[in-house]
């Protein structure tokens, strides 16, 4: 069964950054494209972000292009998000996924194999 796990979350004040990590056990991960998602609560989970198998390729949501760098690394099994000039806006629970339909969408409903997610609090 595919398990991916997140870590790197925390509570931060505004224009602070996170470098968020999401490893995988008992699969190798580079076979397949991954996102991040987000949700915040009382709201729908939503794409933050995803990355080709190769890395070469990624997509970003609005909200957060220019401030979130996604990049993997295969050789340890892992896809990080770098979470720069964060906003209060930006807290929410976050979570990786693996692309099942290979189109690197940043919709949650073509991902599968979440993780358990990672608390990010962005407050002053």
């Known amino acids: 069964q595919l398990q991916l796990v997140e870590s790197g979350g925390g509570l931060v004040q505004p224009g602070g950054s996170l470098r968020l990590s999401c490893a995988a056990s008992?699969?190798?991960?580079?076979?397949?494209?991954v996102g991040w998602f987000r949700q915040a609560p009382g709201k729908e989970r939503e794409g933050v972000s995803s990355i080709s198998t190769s890395g070469g390729r990624t997509k970003y949501a609005d909200s957060v292009k220019g401030r979130f760098t996604i990049s993997r690394d295969n050789a340890k099994n892992t896809v990080y998000l770098q979470a720069n000039s964060l906003k209060p806006e930006d807290t929410a629970v976050y979570y990786c996924a693996v692309d099942r339909t290979g189109r690197a969408s940043l919709r949650p409903a073509e991902y599968g194999s979440w993780g358990q997610g990672t608390q990010v609090t962005v407050t002053s």
């Open positions: 008992a699969f190798t991960l580079r076979n397949y494209v």
